[in-house]
């Protein structure tokens, strides 16, 4: 290895140069300080001055995982070498770009290269592993022969336009050409696996020689969540799959991501040719791609929605007229035009550019102002990375470092950069506001919102108001908060009132809903004046600003929600409450929400997922307000909602805890992966029984199917328990921790086996026991409104059949009847309304005689006692269906279920506007005598006693 070679016999730097790298970067010059001898030898081999070819950086990798007999090095030898190579390149690479002798191109394609070749080598080292364990991977090719599979990599992102920055991570997904199974021999000493398992291996190999944290680092963060169904799915798909998914499932978004895919290194040509035959069509159509407007818009929206909601100036990449934004523009033109324009098919932001100002997509002074800021923000983002080798696009806070990267950057001080800086903006922001935009036009053919009818419109308007709500508004006009605002936010107030007063008037006919919603109006206006982005969002939607006044009137809650988080307006305002997402579209906008977040930023990602739950429960509330939906879509939707959150909480807690551990072993004796991770999240009561309402926190049970004593893979390694129990806690943090976003969800474990003092996950072996030997009967209820959320499918099965069979054990209806009606009086005693309240003709819907647990025990009895005749009474866990099943059994009278179905849903229906108005499950005994007569009479009718009083 290179850094064997005596010290004192290499590069000698000046003063002067030295200088430059300590202003630039204290990870840099701390390398060159703790390996000054290594550093010099490197740099005499390889000068500042020059360039590095592909063929030498594939030597250094060569020459940095040799052993001293110049053998190929044992794995922590080898990952202990490349980590070796990666600092001196970096300190190499950091130093070069100080002293400005490198091209920015120049630079990337390095460090992109190098990347190339680190997961060239992985792959080939992991395989030749792999291959002495289970042999080949082979496959029957179309002509009916056995074929040898390969994987191909794909680098997306910034690595498939070798365009990779100082501390970027690398973006990659894991192609293999088909179903198959490896040659593996028992006689040879190897055992044969299926090709998905191999490939999937094969995966983590290559992602744990280079992204693995040691003692020396890593080499590049390994980033898998552009791969199809993203986290929590295969690491390696095969080429049929790959196909089905771009015709089936692809997005838009995801056309952005796969435009700069590239293959890394040589696959065989007929591979190699068959994936660019599924990429092309699936990027690029050859007509002009007016599709894909509407998918832009949507996504310019996302863009400009997370920059109003970070407010976030300091950061370079994903701030107003940051890198992203640049990179939207150019990708934008290249997806509408680029299959009439193959100029357009490259991969190179610089290179695409520069074909659109060809083409005149981009006028020629666009053009220059577009990579000029583009090729500043690189060289800016190149400084602050060095600065700690941090993958972060945040301008320093410290001031010593300020003045630093000012210096490096060749400006005599820090506010010289930022204007530089802010001038690039403006530059990069006004194309960008161009681009895909389409201002509501509002429904009126006349001119009202036009400036000069104000005054009209508010002497209109005041003869609607009260007199109070009159002095409110000229209150908040006058008020301090209004005249210290910005000039740039006051013109976008004035520009946003005319919508509002229209939006008011629009409703003068019903008084009493104007009035009502104006104090929440001026309350949210309050909120958002300094944020005054949601100023332009409201001038821009006057239509939708007008369905805004109903919502606020009809509820406090949804108005509160509003005005404490602003960033939910853009969902309302772009009225996505007209449709209603089903689970696979949830999964898909919170997928594409997460790729926006680096996989280390906790922060962030706790925020996203508290936003994704607030913005569609936002949107399930509008939809159940406006358009008044049926209680069972609402629940429904609630539901699913829930179930993604959890859905994308596991696979991000799981990815996280095996980088730190590695994987657990399974039961079967092999280590579990991303798809089977041997890990599963049950749903308890309302989460269970698809039945969550707006402020339903989640009851949950962890099942795991992990080899407990087994240690984990990784090099700090951990048993399974451990690895199980962190995995649970990892979970509770994601979904319970307090943000200024708020909780996603209140998570309550007390069903678990054994309850608070129980251990936070178990084994399905142990649910199994403690449900057949130990649990309460109360349990066995709580485990008819159970069911499988996400995780694990094999995990999940096992679960179903425990389930199933502990609500089908033989049991007496006698015996059923005593215990669930026990359980009901002694829950009656504890959370029904106390005697004064009856008194004073008060009748809580849920907790009381005749509410909603007294339907609910109904159906659960129903499961207990009739389950061991009638197995198909195990299979729902939501009361609606359960009355239906028993009723088409003919256990029960259609009748009696059909009665019971009408008031639980009639009930549940006042439940959620009474949760949307802040109102008390407390009501008017009066207003609810059938339903409740109803109720209690079935019950008495059912369990041959009067229910609980």
């Not at 962190?726 to 943090?733: F, Y």
Request: proline share 3%; with cysteine.
């Amino acid at each position: 290895m290179l850094s064997t070679v005596p010290s004192g016999t290499g590069f000698q730097p000046t003063a002067e140069q030295l200088q430059v790298l300590q202003t630039a970067s204290e990870f840099a010059y701390q390398v060159w300080q703790s390996r000054t001898g290594a550093c010099q030898t490197f740099l005499r081999s390889y000068p500042l001055q020059s360039t590095l070819t592909r063929q030498q950086i594939d030597d250094l990798i060569q020459d940095y995982t040799l052993d001293e007999n110049y053998q190929l090095a044992n794995e922590d030898k080898v990952m202990s070498g490349l980590r070796h190579l990666r600092m001196l390149l970096m300190m190499r690479w950091i130093w070069q770009d100080a002293l400005a002798v490198i091209e920015l191109e120049q630079l990337t394609d390095e460090l992109s290269e190098f990347a190339d070749g680190c997961i060239l080598f992985a792959k080939d080292y992991t395989y030749q592993q792999l291959m002495a364990q289970y042999g080949q991977p082979t496959f029957i090719n179309a002509k009916g022969n056995v074929q040898v599979d390969d994987m191909a990599i794909m680098a997306m992102g910034k690595l498939g336009a070798h365009e990779l920055n100082l501390s970027s991570d690398i973006d990659l997904i894991f192609v293999h050409q088909a179903r198959g199974e490896t040659d593996g021999d028992k006689a040879k000493g190897t055992r044969s696996i299926d090709n998905k398992r191999f490939m999937t291996r094969l995966g983590q190999g290559i992602i744990r020689l280079l992204d693995n944290n040691t003692a020396d680092g890593f080499v590049f963060r390994v980033d898998m969540r552009l791969r199809p169904w993203g986290d929590g799915s295969d690491l390696a798909i095969h080429l049929s799959a790959l196909q089905k998914y771009f015709a089936q499932h692809g997005r838009a978004w995801e056309r952005f991501a796969w435009l700069k895919a590239r293959v890394v290194g040589h696959i065989e040509q007929p591979f190699y040719d068959d994936i660019q035959a599924l990429i092309k069509p699936f990027v690029f159509r050859y007509y002009v791609d007016y599709s894909a407007f509407s998918a832009l818009r949507e996504m310019k929206s996302l863009i400009q929605n997370q920059v109003a909601q970070r407010e976030d100036l300091d950061n370079i990449k994903l701030g107003a007229g940051g890198i992203r934004d640049i990179e939207f523009i150019v990708q934008a033109f290249q997806l509408i035009y680029g299959g009439r324009h193959p100029q357009l098919q490259v991969k190179s932001c610089l290179a695409a550019m520069q074909a659109l100002c060809q083409l005149e997509y981009l006028e020629e002074r666009t053009y220059q102002e577009l990579q000029a800021a583009y090729r500043f923000l690189r060289r800016l983002e190149h400084g602050i990375q060095a600065i700690n080798d941090q993958q972060t696009q945040r301008l320093p806070h410290d001031t010593q470092w300020q003045h630093n990267l000012a210096l490096t950057l060749g400006f005599d001080n820090w506010e010289g950069l930022l204007a530089t800086l802010n001038q690039h903006r403006y530059h990069v922001n006004v194309p960008f506001e161009r681009m895909v935009t389409e201002r509501q036009i509002p429904d009126q053919e006349d001119d009202e919102l036009e400036p000069e009818h104000l005054n009209e419109q508010v002497a209109r308007l005041n003869e609607v108001l009260t007199e109070e709500n009159r002095a409110l508004l000229q209150g908040f006009w006058q008020s301090k908060m209004v005249a210290n605002l910005s000039d740039e936010a006051r013109e976008r107030l004035d520009n946003a009132y005319p919508v509002i007063v229209h939006a008011l008037l629009a409703h003068q006919e019903q008084q009493q809903l104007a009035n009502t919603a104006l104090p929440r109006l001026i309350t949210l206006l309050e909120a958002i004046c300094r944020r005054s982005i949601y100023l332009v969002m409201i001038a821009e939607n006057p239509n939708a600003t007008v369905e805004l006044i109903p919502m606020l009137s009809a509820s406090p809650w949804i108005a509160k929600e509003l005005a404490q988080y602003p960033v939910l307006l853009d969902t309302f305002l772009q009225q996505r409450y007209r449709h209603l997402p089903d689970k696979p579209e949830l999964r898909d906008i919170l997928r594409q929400q997460l790729l926006r977040v680096e996989p280390n930023d906790e922060e962030e990602l706790l925020s996203v997922l508290r936003l994704f739950k607030k913005n569609q429960v936002l949107a399930v509330a509008a939809s159940d307000v406006l358009a008044e939906r049926p209680i069972m879509k609402v629940s429904d939707s609630l539901t699913y909602i829930a179930a993604v959150v959890l859905e994308a909480a596991l696979e991000r807690a799981f990815a996280e805890i095996v980088k730190r551990y590695g994987y657990p072993i399974g039961q079967d004796g092999d280590p579990v992966t991303e798809a089977d991770c041997g890990f599963a999240i049950i749903g308890y009561g309302k989460l269970g029984g698809l039945e969550l309402s707006y402020s339903s926190d989640l009851d949950l049970v962890f099942l795991h199917k992990i080899k407990e004593q087994g240690m984990t893979t990784g090099e700090k390694s951990v048993s399974g328990m451990k690895f199980a129990a962190r995995l649970a806690q990892k979970l509770m943090t994601y979904l319970n921790t307090q943000t200024r976003d708020g909780r996603a969800y209140e998570v309550d474990m007390r069903l678990r086996p054994s309850g608070n003092a129980g251990m936070m996950v178990v084994s399905c072996h142990a649910f199994e026991t403690y449900q057949l030997e130990k649990a309460w009967s109360w349990e066995h209820q709580a485990l008819v409104r159970a069911r499988a959320i996400c995780g694990d499918k094999r995990v999940t099965a096992r679960f179903c059949d425990i389930r199933r069979t502990v609500l089908a054990l033989p049991r007496t209806i006698e015996q059923v009847r005593i215990e669930v009606t026990s359980m009901r009086i002694k829950m009656q005693k504890h959370l029904g309304t106390s005697q004064w309240q009856q008194q004073a003709g008060k009748f809580h819907l849920k907790q009381d005689a005749g509410g909603i647990v007294d339907i609910e025990f109904l159906a659960q009895f129903a499961v207990l006692a009739y389950s061991h005749e009638h197995p198909s009474l195990t299979k729902w866990s939501d009361n609606v269906r359960i009355f239906e099943e028993m009723a088409t059994l003919g256990i029960w009278e259609a009748q009696v279920c059909q009665d019971l179905t009408d008031a639980y849903l009639r009930i549940r229906a006042a439940t959620h506007q009474l949760a949307l108005s802040e109102q008390s499950l407390l009501v008017d005994e009066s207003l609810w005598t059938e339903t409740r007569a109803l109720v209690q009479a079935q019950w008495q009718h059912l369990m041959g006693v009067e229910s609980a009083e």
